[in-house]
């Protein structure tokens, strides 16, 4: 049996029932990327798809740095049908790129804000539709509820997930009345161990690491508090311009960075300008940045000609061959599917 092989027994269950038995792509949960790639100074890379002519950008990046990916869906509840066709398209990208390298896909984050038993119905019947889709990656937002809010609604979102043993990623709740970001994780952890909830990912964004530079000692109090409950800590929320140091986090001991970054104005400079305004008008009113709003508009929009999708897809390249350098995960691929193949993961 091939290293391919061995690495393709590992997916999840729901993505070889989406992907098809004969697909090679190694699509995994990163929580087995995780496994592998612990003793690397690596975090992994986790890119939003704001606009599907990226994929083959993106997939190309990673063959060329021989890296590990993430690929995220922002919006995955948007409507019925977006977890099945953001799946599809990657499938798709995939497979016309033969692409072998190991992917992961992410849904979300999903923002939640309510307990309210009406709403987290609704949600929980969302996530079982985007578990059917093939994620296996579920992330979450919390920062509009109190730390026993998120507790409350996690402890009832979750059941997609566990069903499958699939991995979660949380973020940080509101932070408790005169305390800060590390007592709003601390009593998240705390009340998810409780209830047993298990948890892969804990999200803060860079926004909560300092205004300016970045509070390297804070980020290592969360990593520390964190890694003490078996948990990694992801990086997200990325400014619109270069990041301040992607390889600090990576330093700081962080296992994931949501690198969404530049991807948004470099996904709307596609559409000629009249498209560009109407979605940037749309973006105002809705109160979001008009690169994550394209993901939910993209389906609605004129399609891309030919020298559009060819200068997306070059753009997305090379701003992702950068993010993955930054992040260490030059070769990350090679190294992790060889662990892997290894019986246990067992290198030894």
Same mark, same amino acid.
């Given at each position: 049996?091939?290293?391919?092989?061995?690495?393709? /027994?590992?997916?999840?269950?729901?993505?070889?029932? =989406?992907?098809?038995?004969?697909?090679?792509?190694?699509?995994?949960?990163? =929580?087995? @990327?995780?496994?592998?790639?612990?003793?690397?100074?690596? %975090?992994?890379?986790?890119?939003?798809?704001?606009?599907?002519?990226?994929?083959?950008?993106?997939?190309?990046?990673?063959?060329?740095?021989?890296?590990?990916?993430?690929? +995220?869906?922002?919006?995955?509840?948007?409507?019925?049908? #977006?977890?099945?066709?953001?799946?599809?398209?990657?499938?798709?990208?995939? @497979?016309?790129?033969?692409?072998?390298?190991?992917?992961?896909?992410?849904?979300?984050?999903?923002?939640?804000?309510?307990?309210?038993?009406?709403?987290?119905?609704?949600?929980?019947?969302?996530?079982?539709?985007?578990?059917?889709?093939?994620? #296996?990656?579920?992330?979450?937002?919390?920062?509009?509820?109190?730390?026993?809010? #998120?507790?409350?609604?996690?402890?009832?979102?979750?059941?997609?997930?566990?069903?499958?043993?699939?991995?979660?990623?949380?973020? +940080?709740?509101?932070?408790?009345?005169?305390?800060?970001?590390?007592?709003?994780?601390?009593?998240?952890?705390?009340?998810?161990?409780?209830?047993?909830?298990?948890?892969?990912?804990?999200?803060? /964004?860079?926004?909560?690491?300092?205004?300016?530079?970045?509070?390297?000692?804070?980020?290592?109090?969360?990593?520390?508090?964190?890694? %003490?409950?078996?948990?990694?800590?992801?990086?997200?929320?990325?400014?619109?311009?270069?990041?301040?140091?992607?390889?600090?986090?990576?330093?700081?001991?962080?296992?994931?960075?949501?690198?969404?970054?530049?991807?948004?104005?470099?996904?709307?400079?596609?559409?000629?300008?009249?498209?560009?305004?109407?979605?940037?008008?749309?973006?105002?009113?809705?109160?979001?940045?008009?690169?994550?709003? @394209? /993901?939910?508009?993209?389906?609605? @929009?004129?399609?891309?000609?030919?020298?559009?999708?060819?200068?997306?897809?070059?753009?997305?390249? #090379?701003?992702?061959?950068?993010?993955?350098?930054?992040?260490?995960?030059?070769? /990350?691929?090679?190294?992790?599917? +060889?662990?892997?193949?290894?019986?246990?993961?067992?290198?030894?």
């Amino acid at each position: 049996m091939s290293v391919l092989d061995k690495v393709l /027994s590992l997916r999840p269950g729901n993505v070889v029932a =989406r992907m098809g038995p004969g697909s090679r792509v190694p699509v995994l949960d990163p =929580r087995e @990327l995780l496994r592998a790639l612990e003793s690397s100074p690596v %975090a992994l890379p986790c890119i939003p798809v704001l606009a599907k002519g990226a994929l083959p950008g993106l997939l190309r990046a990673a063959r060329a740095e021989d890296a590990v990916l993430g690929l +995220a869906c922002p919006h995955p509840l948007a409507d019925r049908g #977006a977890p099945e066709r953001f799946v599809s398209a990657v499938r798709n990208a995939a @497979l016309d790129a033969e692409h072998t390298r190991p992917l992961f896909l992410q849904a979300g984050p999903v923002r939640v804000t309510s307990t309210d038993a009406d709403v987290l119905d609704a949600m929980q019947e969302g996530l079982f539709r985007v578990v059917d889709a093939g994620f #296996a990656l579920v992330s979450l937002e919390l920062s509009r509820l109190t730390t026993y809010e #998120a507790v409350e609604a996690v402890n009832a979102l979750v059941g997609p997930l566990v069903e499958r043993e699939l991995s979660l990623e949380l973020s +940080a709740p509101q932070a408790p009345s005169g305390t800060g970001l590390l007592d709003a994780c601390g009593t998240l952890l705390e009340g998810l161990s409780q209830w047993k909830v298990p948890l892969r990912f804990l999200r803060v /964004s860079e926004a909560q690491l300092g205004e300016g530079d970045l509070d390297v000692g804070l980020l290592r109090q969360v990593v520390e508090l964190a890694h %003490a409950r078996g948990v990694a800590v992801t990086v997200g929320d990325l400014t619109a311009g270069a990041p301040r140091g992607l390889s600090s986090y990576v330093a700081a001991g962080v296992r994931k960075v949501d690198c969404g970054g530049p991807f948004g104005p470099l996904a709307l400079r596609a559409w000629p300008l009249d498209t560009r305004a109407q979605v940037v008008a749309r973006a105002q009113a809705a109160g979001m940045p008009a690169g994550e709003l @394209l /993901s939910m508009l993209e389906e609605g @929009l004129p399609p891309l000609t030919p020298e559009a999708r060819e200068t997306l897809e070059a753009l997305a390249f #090379a701003e992702a061959t950068e993010v993955l350098a930054a992040l260490g995960a030059r070769r /990350s691929a090679t190294h992790a599917m +060889a662990f892997l193949a290894k019986t246990g993961g067992d290198l030894g």
